[in-house]
């Protein structure tokens, strides 16, 4: 039995090939902020009130009007084929009967439309939400939204922390490129002829710009989310562009290495945008308490993405059901012992920075 997110780390480092457990693991050169991002939590404090909790607690939450039973959200993470023969159909089922929103990467190995099919099949339909990196192509782009909307996607997640690919110096030394044979990008499948589905027909485009961001808001009605604006005046851009909502991400430290941990940013970003758009966070998140302090300081939820990949390598469907129950059961541990009755019981006022001890 696996009782924390650690748990899942180690038995799936000690089950997967070495070189798939550090394309999981591994973040952009020196890893600074893969660090940086668990180590904010570690950090900051929680200032519990007593004697005014209740006897149930209130988990859910609602996102562009989508109930969901958990503010944890499945943050957007490829090739699940790498380490379960199911990949994301199995990801999505574990996600659909806890209730948890799943973000379907453009490079899943399993295409969004299977996905799809696989949970309402299981009776269970829960949002799910679609990224994507938006290809120079625009036919191409279009093209994929077309696929995640008629996949029943309810909200587009649009990753612009990657105009070049980020520098995985782990993948470059394992020599870690490309999907092994007989798994493919699937959403990128006869998306014009012939294609494939290989890695790199991602186009990562550093020529991408604020126009591409109106273009789609052109193109479709889903809600979009822009994933990896660090920098308050792009927060104010992306809100000023139309975006409605943020999911404040450093890529779990895969991109620039040396950004600051995205709880550190969290409240810069909900100062610029001013609670115009939801702000979601994601990156080291791996507790309850780590739910908490984010929720506590105004995110409106967290994504996870490492721990689900572990889970998944460990245990399939099963494990990554185990991840979410365990993550439920200490979120809703935490707002007890923090005297919170729900959600939104978690004020700013119940989390603090050390005032004194070593620097
Ligand atoms: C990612 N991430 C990611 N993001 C994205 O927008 N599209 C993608 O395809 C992927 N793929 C991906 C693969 C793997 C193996 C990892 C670990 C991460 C980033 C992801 O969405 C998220 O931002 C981070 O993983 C959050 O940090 P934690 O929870 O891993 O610390």
Redesign the pocket.
């Known amino acids: 039995m696996r009782y924390t997110v650690h748990d899942f780390e180690i038995a799936a480092r000690a089950e997967l090939d070495p070189v798939y457990a550090d394309?999981?693991?591994?973040g952009a050169r020196d890893e600074i902020t893969?660090r940086a991002?668990?180590a904010a939590f570690g950090r900051l404090q929680l200032l519990p009130r007593v004697l005014r909790g209740s006897a149930e607690r209130e988990l859910g939450i609602s996102l562009f009007g989508h109930r969901a039973s958990l503010p944890i959200l499945i943050?957007?993470?490829?090739?699940h084929k790498l380490v379960d023969p199911e990949g994301e159909l199995a990801t999505a089922r574990a996600a659909a009967a806890a209730g948890v929103i799943m973000?379907v990467?453009?490079?899943?190995t399993v295409a969004v439309g299977q996905v799809a099919d696989a949970v309402r099949a299981a009776g269970d339909d829960v949002p799910r939400w679609f990224?994507l990196?938006i290809q120079p192509d625009l036919e191409i782009t279009e093209a994929l939204v077309r696929r995640a909307t008629d996949a029943g996607c309810s909200a587009l997640?649009v990753?612009v922390?990657?105009p070049v690919l980020g520098a995985g110096e782990r993948n470059r030394r394992n020599g870690f490129h490309d999907l092994p044979p007989g798994l493919r990008c699937e959403n990128l499948v006869d998306l014009r002829d012939g294609e494939r589905g290989h890695v790199r027909q991602i186009a990562m485009s550093p020529e991408l710009n604020w126009e591409h961001v109106d273009w789609l808001r052109g193109i479709t009605s889903l809600p979009i989310l822009l994933?990896?604006v660090l920098h308050p005046e792009d927060a104010r851009l992306a809100v000023r562009h139309g975006v409605d909502g943020l999911?404040l991400?450093?890529?779990?430290?895969?991109q620039l290495d040396t950004v600051p941990a995205?709880l550190e940013l969290l409240p810069e970003i909900l100062a610029a945008v001013e609670g115009r758009v939801p702000v979601v966070l994601?990156?080291?998140?791996?507790r309850g308490t780590d739910v908490v302090k984010a929720l506590a300081l105004g995110a409106s939820a967290v994504?996870?993405?490492?721990?689900?990949?572990w889970a998944l390598a460990e245990g399939g469907e099963k494990g990554v059901r185990r991840l979410l129950e365990l993550l439920r059961d200490e979120l809703d541990d935490t707002l007890a012992l923090c005297g919170a009755s729900g959600l939104a019981d978690l004020t700013p006022d119940l989390v603090r920075v050390p005032t004194w001890g070593p620097v």
């Not at 943050?75 to 090739?79: C, V």
């Not at 994504?303 to 990949?309: C, E, N, Q, T």
């Open positions: 394309f999981i693991a591994g893969v991002n668990e943050s957007p993470t490829a090739f973000i990467s453009m490079a899943s990224q990196y997640v990753t922390d990657s994933k990896g999911l991400s450093n890529h779990g430290g895969r995205t994601d990156g080291g998140v791996r994504g996870i993405g490492r721990p689900v990949m």
